[in-house]
């Protein structure tokens, strides 16, 4: 990464975590945290992190479409697997209240999450992986506009700042 994509990446982290630190009754900075805590967020940063690489790598010879079909179906039996060996099944069953809702869960699982990847193994074949890497971490910033539309959820200004500097580094990274 050159030091323009470097401050880019820093001004992205920053804005993130400005987005997502903001809390109304409680101060993060005396919050003490553990590695009981942490432990499963570096352990998920960890496997994203390999997710991109391998994909970059897989990618040599495959375009996103094949690379996309490869990650879902992985991920399916990924979920199978850890389900089966958790023998949580019945946690999956829940009583047929609504019809339309699970119509509109399933298509927008489906599809929403087969965009969402075909469009991040796009970013991860044609740019470099800590970019693409870094640029598909923005959703909690990209939801603002969308939470406060649909849900008018106030945003408040901290929010905005963390937006703002999201997409500065952003424009930095492009």
Do not use: H
Request: charged content about 10%; aromatic content about 4%.
């Amino acid at each position: 990464m050159s030091l323009l994509n470097l401050i880019g990446s820093l001004l992205i982290i920053g804005g993130i975590a400005l987005v997502i630190a903001k809390k109304k009754d409680q101060n993060l900075i005396d919050k003490k945290i553990s590695l009981v805590d942490l432990g499963p967020a570096l352990l998920a940063s960890l496997g994203q992190a390999g997710g991109v690489i391998l994909s970059k790598l897989g990618m040599v010879s495959l375009d996103p479409l094949s690379a996309t079909q490869i990650r879902l179906i992985g991920g399916l039996v990924g979920m199978v697997l850890l389900i089966s060996f958790l023998r949580n099944w019945k946690e999956l069953i829940i009583p047929n209240t609504n019809k339309d809702s699970y119509i509109a869960i399933g298509y927008v699982s489906i599809v929403g999450t087969f965009i969402a990847v075909f469009l991040s193994m796009i970013a991860i074949k044609n740019a470099p992986a800590a970019v693409a890497s870094v640029l598909m971490s923005t959703q909690p910033v990209l939801i603002l506009p969308i939470s406060w539309l649909l849900t008018k959820q106030k945003v408040q200004l901290v929010e905005v700042i963390g937006a703002c500097m999201t997409l500065l580094g952003v424009s930095l990274l492009i």
